[in-house]
């Protein structure tokens, strides 16, 4: 089983930046696929940005495309999203979300696509 915390939420003013973390531990992420979601107050939790097991391959919610990166490395079994240009909008609870995938999917998109989810970290931008 895979285990994942995500650290590096925290509170910062509008056009700032954050960057988030996904620890793994358990398993190796190399043949995982990885995403990051958010979930607001009162809203339901949306995609944000989610990267192939290798890192050729990266998506991103029309939202945060621009603004936010993806990156991972795998020999530190750890996953990043660099958030920059923060907006009150970007303010949310942040999961890290996995799933053991070798090949193209289109399903990077689909919350009930990943099968191992975090604990989730606060990102709050203030106006």
């Known amino acids: 089983q895979v285990q994942l915390v995500e650290s590096g939420g925290g509170l910062v003013q509008a056009g700032g930046s954050l960057r988030l973390s996904c620890a793994a531990s358990?398993?190796?992420?190399?043949?995982?696929?990885m995403g990051w979601f958010r979930q607001a107050p009162g809203k339901e939790r949306e995609f944000v940005s989610a990267?192939?097991?290798?890192?050729?391959?990266?998506y991103y919610a029309d939202s945060v495309k621009g603004r936010f990166t993806i990156s991972r490395d795998n020999a530190r079994n750890t996953v990043y999203l660099q958030m920059n240009s923060l907006k009150p909008e970007d303010t949310a609870v942040y999961y890290c979300?996995?799933?053991?995938?070798?090949?193209?999917?289109?399903?990077?998109?689909?919350?009930?696509?990943?099968?191992?989810w975090g604990q989730g970290t606060q990102v709050t931008v203030s106006s």
């Open positions: 358990g398993r190796t992420l190399n043949n995982y696929a």
């Open positions: 990267i192939n097991r290798s890192g050729g391959s990266t």
């Open positions: 979300a996995a799933r053991f995938h070798l090949g193209y999917s289109n399903n990077y998109y689909t919350e009930s696509w990943y099968t191992h």
